[in-house]
């Protein structure tokens, strides 16, 4: 296996998240309006953090998917994590999902690594497409999403199972030959 990805844009640097960085994440997913979307329970143990970077580990290892934790330049704190999940290389497609910590919201942070996040995904992992999987409700989410570029392609009605209710959600997607719209791409280094 090749070694983790470091992508570096002009204010973050997203990096692998290990076990030491469970008390950042147990510090932001254990806010409801982190975590309100995202089919989770707030978090209230370093366990239910461990086991959240147990999944981030997983996934790597298993090359179905890659997460990313945002810290800050120059702060070594996760405030965040994005990435892909249910990677299908046969047919070069993955879905994309990001958090950030509260904290941090309304300051383009999320933009700016979903944005990176993006980038990478077509352009070292070789991706066609992009999938987003967004609730009705989460209007700042679909909003990212747009800003990006993604189109909204349908609802998928009763799609997830999820803290005990079914979930609608909306399909979006970016196509690589849609990427043109975004500048200034961020730069990788090991």
């Not at 978090?43 to 953090?49: G, I, L, P, T, Y």
């Not at 998917?65 to 405030?79: A, N, S, Y």
């Not at 942070?109 to 980038?119: K, L």
Request: hydrophobic fraction near 35%.
């Amino acid at each position: 296996m090749s070694e983790f990805p470091i992508i570096e844009t002009e204010r973050l640097i997203l990096r692998q998240v290990t076990n030491k960085d469970a008390g950042y994440l147990l510090k932001y997913m254990s806010n409801k309006d982190v975590t309100k979307h995202m089919g989770l329970e707030p978090f209230n143990s370093m366990d239910d953090a461990l086991n959240e970077i147990s999944w981030y580990q997983s996934i790597w290892e298993k090359q179905t998917g890659i997460r990313w934790g945002i810290t800050l330049k120059g702060e070594d704190e996760v405030i965040g994590s994005c990435g892909f999940l249910n990677l299908v290389s046969k047919h070069s497609r993955a879905e994309i999902g990001i958090e950030l910590s509260k904290n941090y919201w309304d300051k383009g942070i999320a933009s700016e690594a979903f944005e990176a996040v993006i980038r990478y995904g077509f352009e070292q992992m070789h991706l066609q497409r992009i999938e987003a999987l967004i609730e009705p409700s989460n209007a700042p989410s679909q909003r990212l999403a747009e800003k990006q570029g993604f189109i909204r392609e349908g609802l998928l009605r009763s799609y997830e199972f999820t803290v005990g209710k079914f979930d609608d959600l909306y399909m979006y997607s970016i196509l690589k030959s849609d990427l043109n719209h975004i500048q200034n791409p961020p730069y990788e280094r090991s």
